[in-house]
């Protein structure tokens, strides 16, 4: 440990924090909390159904802000260009 007036240095200091260890950990734990039967594919699918569902019924206000959005490309285009009725 340096004194606690020191000068500080004028140039940077290599500084650098393996946590490869620590991600493996991390990786190790999300893994067993998903469980054996987790299946990626369904999860996606099931995404992609509440995607739907979530821009579905839109009113007229709601849709032309979607669209605006999905030209502006924050939102991705779904189906036919537009949210599902």
């Known amino acids: 440990m340096s004194a606690p007036n020191?000068?500080?240095p004028d140039?940077?200091?290599e500084f650098s924090v393996d946590?490869?260890?620590h991600e493996m950990t991390r990786?190790?734990?999300v893994m067993a909390a998903l469980g054996a039967d987790w299946d990626p594919l369904e999860a996606m699918r099931g995404e992609e159904e509440a995607y739907d569902m979530l821009y579905?019924?839109?009113d007229e206000e709601q849709q032309r802000l979607y669209d605006t959005l999905v030209?502006?490309?924050v939102l991705p285009q779904r189906?036919?260009?537009s949210a599902p009725a």
């Open 6 to 8: 020191a000068p500080l």
């Open 71 to 73: 030209s502006a490309g």
């Open 79 to 81: 189906g036919g260009g």
């Open 11 to 13: 140039e940077p200091v």
């Open 56 to 58: 579905s019924g839109l």
């Open 19 to 21: 946590l490869t260890g």
């Open 27 to 29: 990786r190790t734990h």
